[in-house]
T-cell receptor, first 115, second 116 residues
């Protein structure tokens, strides 16, 4: 099965600075890489995703890059704001062959943006 | 409904008790997933339904865990003879996409199970 490693586990940045979270995956057949934001006690919500045929995707202050050869992908948040404080999860999607696609999540990064 | 709804939000069970957790996905969503999220960890896959068919149950940790979606909409995750290690948040997610096609997962708020 797939294995996803995520770093760092905690990250503190000053408001206005950038934050970068990195993930690696093990199975080269994985083809879809979403990022979810989870605020304390709330549901995970998709913030951005990227497919394996694309190297980079940007949405306002958030960008994701994918290096298929190295099997790693990263989340970049620019001009961070206090409301960006949350736990961020990366995930890799692998078609299981048993009739489903499975998302394997990283262990999460707790981002704290200091005003 | 507007989003994925789960109940109960909180459940405290005594060890050995059976529990049932309900998920009401977004109307029309073909795919339904159950995940287990331990404290401070990422969600871990339990099982997947496409409509009423349970296509993948490889993540269920033991035969005490059972899930069903008999009419292709509401799903129930049942845990028999609960153990302390079952304490976690159980997340349900649904997706419009069907087999083999990836798409955004919409998560519910989760059911937090505490086994004493």
């Amino acid at each position: 099965g797939e294995n996803v490693e995520q770093h760092p586990s905690t990250l503190s940045v000053q408001e206005g600075d950038s934050a970068v979270i990195k993930c690696t995956y093990s199975d080269s057949a994985s083809n879809y890489f979403p990022w979810y934001k989870q605020e304390l006690g709330k549901r995970p919500q998709l913030i951005i995703d990227i497919r394996s045929n694309v190297g980079e995707k940007k949405d306002q202050r958030i960008a994701v890059t994918l290096n298929k050869t190295a099997k790693h992908f990263s989340l970049h948040i620019t001009e961070t704001q206090p409301e960006d404080s949350a736990v961020y999860f990366c995930a890799a999607t692998l078609y299981s062959g048993a009739g489903s696609y499975q998302l394997t999540f990283g262990k999460g990064t707790k981002l704290s943006v200091i005003p | 409904g507007a989003g994925v709804s789960q109940s109960p939000r909180y459940k405290v069970a005594k060890r050995g008790q059976d529990v049932a957790l309900r998920c009401d996905p977004i109307s029309g969503h073909v795919s339904l997933f159950w995940y287990q999220q331990a404290l401070g960890q990422g969600p871990e896959f339990l099982t997947y339904f496409q409509n009423e068919a349970q296509l993948d149950k490889s993540g269920l940790p033991s035969d005490r865990f059972f899930a069903e979606r008999p009419e292709g909409s509401v799903s129930t995750l049942k845990i028999q003879r609960t153990q302390q290690e079952d304490s976690a948040v159980y997340l349900c997610a649904s997706s419009l996409s069907g087999r083999g096609r990836t798409g955004e997962l919409f998560f519910g708020e989760g059911s937090r199970l505490t086994v004493l």
